[in-house]
Nanobody, 124 residues
Framework: EVQLVESGGGLVQAGGSLRLSCTAS????????IGWFRQAPGKEREGVAA????????NYADSVKGRFTISNDNAKNTVWLQMDSLKPEDTAVYYC?????????????????WGQGTQVTVSS
């Protein structure tokens, strides 16, 4: 059974940090890129960061560059999203997802597997 399980969300004040984890099982992790997406109430889901498990290529949305860092440990089938200097506009449900198309795509339809999401709330 394919699973992507996110954890690490919570409530934090503006300027604070959170570290999200995404642990995968049921598929060949090294073949996939893992992306982090987020969806705020009333807004469309957007790509935040992605990392290719095969070559380490990363991709970041402009809105999070310099504040968020994506990393992984292939031996643990885990990807982390370190979020620093958080802003209220970062408040959303954060999802991780897996794609065979590499770290450069933000299209939902390119991602085969999705986690259930974890809530991140940044207070002002």
């Amino acid at each position: 059974e394919v699973q992507l399980v996110e954890s690490g969300g919570g409530l934090v004040q503006a300027g604070g940090s959170l570290r999200l984890s995404c642990t995968a099982s049921g598929f060949i992790f090294d073949d996939y890129a893992i992306g982090w997406f987020r969806q705020a109430p009333g807004k469309e889901r957007e790509g935040v960061a992605a990392l290719s498990s095969s070559d380490g290529t990363t991709n970041y949305a402009d809105s999070v560059k310099g504040r968020f860092t994506i990393s992984n440990d292939n031996a643990k089938n885990t990807v982390w999203l370190q979020m620093d200097s958080l802003k209220p506009e970062d408040t959303a449900v954060y999802y991780c997802a897996a794609t065979l198309y590499g770290a450069s795509t933000w299209h939902d339809y390119d991602y085969d597997y999705w986690g259930q999401g974890t809530q991140v709330t940044v207070s002002s």
